[in-house]
């Protein structure tokens, strides 16, 4: 059966009787890294044309059809367009930070990377503060917007940076608190125990009505997180030309637009391992035939599908809704989702303590 | 009595997100009724929008008669020149002088496909076609005369 576990083992062996242990840990750091990479990469495309696609059967267009079979290609030609332009550094910009904006972008991509458990025994760092990690490592995303929209040197960039701002930061308080649900329930922060903890049903099955409510939320709570319509005021094409990355160019924007697709994919991830069970296949409590079945499908299609589940519908989530004002962006922050997430905490702590979920 | 339209808003918004998502899901899963048009693949079978309007031009029936008496309201009508209307006098067989156009010039180049000259057109002479492949070498060629060479007014169009 094919096993992301098993490949990563046998490399492991392989590496450990031709090599002395730290060559080994070097040259699977190398590995690692690259593989991270080439995702970003692969997800970059996929995305991108995945994307474009939904959007356009939802708009009852076509969408990309020409450049290979019903342009299925065009990501790739997009991205080769994007390496051979220029990227313009503008005079008026500091050009240090404005440099900088974009490898900050990606490099939390990366770092987000590290605690996500990708199939069963398959993960690049089992930490017992996963959850904490990630809730921390992204919040220094705003970062490298504030960066790029201050260095710009441009009143657009500002003004979207200084928006996103102010919706990054409220928004993380509903979405962490919607993730500090499922904590409540498993009584753990690492990622690895969490989906341990749904083999006998994943929580959103288990959890039933405050745990779909922290669903709900999370979802809301992560398309804002990823500055994506309808919480896009960051970039708002109609008002701000293009937002903080106005004056980006060539492979420099490549790159802020590649750090949004996989922060979609991050956070889909997240939401997966969370409440739809991650890797764990589709169990239910007792039905050990049943189970067993589900357990020839490898973990990492299983977890591969639930995330994709996950952007489709963010993605579909993204091409219904129009996008909202400032003021009605934090009124939804702050008049109902925080008061229903902190109403929602007290029913999911009432429900472990009295163990009403299965 | 905030609380309770406070939770009313809540499900509301719940209730219209659903039913748009539900309209949109609708859309994605039936990719039938594509509404693109492939052009330059489809020009034999391409069919325009009623209301697409592409040029002014002036209707003829098979014996070269048109309905336009030379009234100008299209030239007064249009907002930026477009159109000049060029009259002269018949003798009628009764050997009365009458109005009627000698040309009815039409600068495409100029037009904006506003549509005011039709609404103008009191004899219903001219109306918008739905061609749109203009482009030409020389401009010369915008320049239309809409009239036919050698025809004349229908009878009873007064």
Redesign the interface.
Known sequence: MFSLADISKTIDTWLRLHLNDTWTLVVEMVIAGVSVIGLFAVLGLVLVIMERK?SA??????GPNRVGPKGMFQSLADTVKLLVKEGLTPDGADKFLFNLAPLIAIVVAMLLMAPIAFAKNFQLWDMNIGVLYITAVSSIMVISVLMAGWASNNKYSLLGAMRSGAQIVSYELSAGLSIIAIVILTGSLSFNEIVQSQADGWWIFKGHIPVIIAFVIFIIAATAETNRAPFDLAEAESELTAGFHTEYSGMKFALFFLAEYVNVFIVCAIGATLFLGGWMPFHIGHWDAFNHVMDFIPSSMWFFGKTFFLIFLIM??R???PRLRIDQLLNLEWK?LLP?SMFNILLVTAMAILKWHF | MYIINYIK??FS?VRS?LV??R???Y??TH?K????E?YPDNRDTLKMADRFKGEVVMPHDEKNEHRCTGCTACELACPNGTIKVITKFDITPEGKKKKAIDKLVYHLELCTMCNLCIVACPSDAIKMAQTFEHSVFDRNELTKVLNNPGSKIMDGVE
Do not use: P
């Open positions: 939904v059967w939802i708009q009852i267009r076509l579909w989530f091409w219904t809704f109902y229903i | 808003t809540v918004t997100m748009g998502m309209r949109t899901g859309y994605f990719h009724e594509i509404i693109t492939q």
